[in-house]
């Protein structure tokens, strides 16, 4: 079969792997998924220990910025040329530069917020986790509506960094959480249906980009909820 031949996924054909395989799926993407967490908490680490990086970082936020967004695209783009060795590397080097970012933006909080955000972000992720791998339910059509809000919480984020306005940004993050709680249940059950290895032809390589899309959907769980009832420093 071609590269750019049309599969068609477990979701589409209406099918579902076995108990085994389904459990095998789940347990590769969560792995790697908590390896890359273990990665940015460590950065982030390291970073709060030392003023210096601090500071370099912050003159090079925006370069940093889109230097992951650069890493995002190259991973989903090109995972069907490269090999899952050289995938699972790219993720934990993105994993480790949002460790750089994480380690300046939780300086601006308080401790106290920062667990509370921290643990209200595991304890949501959790719960979706779970009702993605347990509903009976196709959460396919959710997938795209989620797609389309997501879409517009950017274009709204972009519009409020020239507005800046307090209320805009706090119900932003309301809507940030509940998009990427949508998010992770969506995508838990499309790592669970196989979706994802069926679609780039690879188990390991579907773990992979599994595992990123569920760090994404908890980052940006954090970051949301921490901005939303974070106490500043």
Same mark, same amino acid.
């Given at each position: 079969?071609?590269?750019n031949?049309?599969?068609?996924?477990?979701?589409?054909?209406?099918?579902?792997?076995?108990?085994?395989?389904?459990?095998?799926?789940?347990?590769?993407?969560f792995?790697?998924?908590?390896?890359?967490?273990?990665?940015?908490?460590g950065?982030?680490?390291?970073?709060?220990?030392?003023?210096?990086?601090?500071?370099?970082?912050?003159?090079?936020?925006?370069?940093?910025?889109?230097?992951?967004?650069?890493?995002?695209?190259?991973?989903?783009?090109?995972?069907?040329?490269?090999? @899952? !060795?050289?995938?699972?590397? $790219?993720?934990?080097?993105? &994993?480790?530069?949002?460790?750089?970012? =994480? #380690? +300046?933006? *939780?300086?601006?909080?308080t401790?106290?917020?920062?667990?509370?955000?921290?643990?209200?972000?595991?304890?949501?992720?959790?719960?979706?986790?779970?009702?993605? @791998? !347990?509903?009976?339910?196709? $959460?396919?059509?959710?997938? &795209?509506?989620?797609?389309?809000?997501? =879409? #517009? +919480?950017? *274009?709204?984020?972009?519009?409020?960094l020239?507005?800046?306005s307090?209320?805009v940004?706090?119900?932003?993050?309301?809507?940030?959480?509940?998009?990427?709680?949508?998010?992770?249940?969506?995508?838990?059950?499309?790592i669970?249906?196989?979706?994802?290895?069926?679609? =780039? #032809?690879?188990?390991?390589?579907?773990?992979?980009?599994?595992?990123?899309?569920?760090?994404?959907?908890?980052?940006?769980?954090?970051?949301?909820?921490?901005?939303?009832?974070?106490?500043?420093?």
């Amino acid at each position: 079969m071609m590269d750019n031949e049309i599969r068609a996924t477990p979701e589409q054909l209406g099918v579902r792997p076995s108990a085994a395989l389904a459990q095998q799926f789940l347990i590769h993407a969560f792995g790697w998924m908590f390896a890359g967490l273990l990665i940015t908490a460590g950065v982030a680490a390291i970073v709060q220990s030392s003023p210096a990086l601090t500071s370099m970082i912050g003159r090079n936020y925006w370069l940093l910025f889109f230097g992951q967004l650069a890493l995002v695209f190259v991973i989903s783009g090109a995972i069907r040329r490269i090999s @899952a !060795t050289v995938a699972l590397a $790219l993720f934990f080097l993105y &994993a480790a530069s949002i460790g750089l970012t =994480i #380690g +300046l933006i *939780v300086q601006y909080y308080t401790g106290a917020s920062v667990t509370a955000a921290f643990l209200a972000a595991s304890a949501m992720f959790g719960a979706a986790a779970v009702y993605g @791998a !347990t509903t009976r339910r196709s $959460l396919a059509s959710m997938g &795209a509506i989620l797609f389309m809000a997501l =879409i #517009g +919480l950017l *274009v709204a984020m972009v519009v409020n960094l020239f507005l800046q306005s307090p209320a805009v940004t706090w119900l932003i993050s309301i809507i940030g959480v509940v998009i990427f709680t949508g998010l992770t249940a969506w995508d838990v059950q499309r790592i669970q249906n196989g979706t994802y290895a069926s679609t =780039i #032809g690879s188990m390991e390589k579907g773990a992979v980009i599994g595992a990123l899309a569920l760090y994404l959907n908890f980052i940006n769980l954090f970051l949301f909820l921490l901005r939303l009832t974070g106490g500043r420093r």
